[in-house]
């Protein structure tokens, strides 16, 4: 990978190809505390209703990409941009309230409280309450298990079950761009074809999609849009069902034979 001079530029989705984007990061320089930088450069765009995928090795700065663009690490240099504003520099509660919900990595569901409690925390900062029902109407509808195990302790649910309960939390805001890092983290292969359904589903019920994994081939396959990253930068990126049947990439993150294409 590192010997290719320059990434292939960026496709956009099929659904939507002249869109503006919704989320842009531009040459982002990021990088912790006096450590060497992680993210050298690295640019990436997310279109409306897409899902792209960040994939590479570990240790490439796929979840730091997240943490710029949630506000959790400002960045050296370069830029964020949420639906054609400049939010570079500013605080998480800000760039929440500019459209981007970021669903960190691990389990973040509060077991002891119900799922409702757990849901509802995701609009603490909406005061109009009919707002918030037309949220709960939509989520609940959106991920019906969710309003099937309202009352129960979320502790009870599966891991699967509570990244549902995660993903209905994040859009309590209505935002525009949800960043999911690592969703299928922990999860067997049944539960993991749930979340990545449900990926889809946000998407098709308006929202756009930033997701991080290291399950990059089921991640691509749900996903409109790859970003392979390599030495902090995107270095390939186009079309998921493209980056699924390259060779490359297939030999070095995919586990072997590119998938055949009909
Ligand atoms: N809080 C932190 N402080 C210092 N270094 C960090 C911190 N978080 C991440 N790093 C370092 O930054 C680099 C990129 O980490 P990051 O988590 O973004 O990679 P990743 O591609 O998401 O990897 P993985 O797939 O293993 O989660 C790694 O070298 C990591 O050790």
Redesign the pocket.
């Known amino acids: 990978m590192a010997s290719e001079p320059e990434p292939v530029p960026a496709a956009a989705p099929a659904s939507s190809p002249a869109a503006e984007p919704l989320l842009r990061l531009t040459d982002v320089q990021a ?3 006096r ?1 060497a930088l ?1 993210l050298r450069g690295l640019s990436v765009t997310v279109a409306p209703s897409s899902v792209v995928c960040l994939v ?10 997240l943490k710029v663009a949630s506000g959790m690490l400002k960045p050296r240099s370069g830029q964020v941009v949420v639906d054609g504003v400049d939010v570079t520099g500013r605080t998480p509660q800000q760039l929440l309230a500019s459209g981007l919900s970021h669903v960190p ?1 691990g389990h973040s569901v509060f077991p002891e409280m119900t799922v409702a409690e757990n849901v509802l925390l995701g609009a603490y900062s909406v005061r109009d309450r009919s707002l918030v029902a037309e949220r709960t109407e939509f989520v609940t509808s959106l991920f019906p298990l969710v309003g099937e195990r309202w009352g129960a302790l979320a502790g009870a649910l599966s891991g699967g079950q509570q990244k549902q309960v995660e993903f209905a939390r994040s859009l309590m805001v209505r935002p525009k761009v949800v960043l999911l890092d ?1 969703p299928s983290m922990g999860l067997d292969p049944k539960a993991t074809a749930i979340v990545f359904e449900q990926v889809q589903r946000m998407r098709d019920a308006g929202t756009a999609v930033l997701l ?1 994994e ?1 399950n990059a081939r089921r991640a691509l396959e749900a996903a409109d849009v790859g970003c392979v ?1 390599d030495l902090g930068r995107v270095h390939i990126t186009g079309p998921a069902p493209d980056l699924l049947a390259d060779p490359r990439l297939a030999q070095l993150y995919l586990g072997g034979r590119p998938k055949e294409v009909p």
Not at 56 to 65: D, I, R
């Open positions: 990088g912790y505390g450590a992680v590479g090795p570990n240790g490439a700065g796929k979840s730091t990409v990595q690592e991080v290291q990253l």
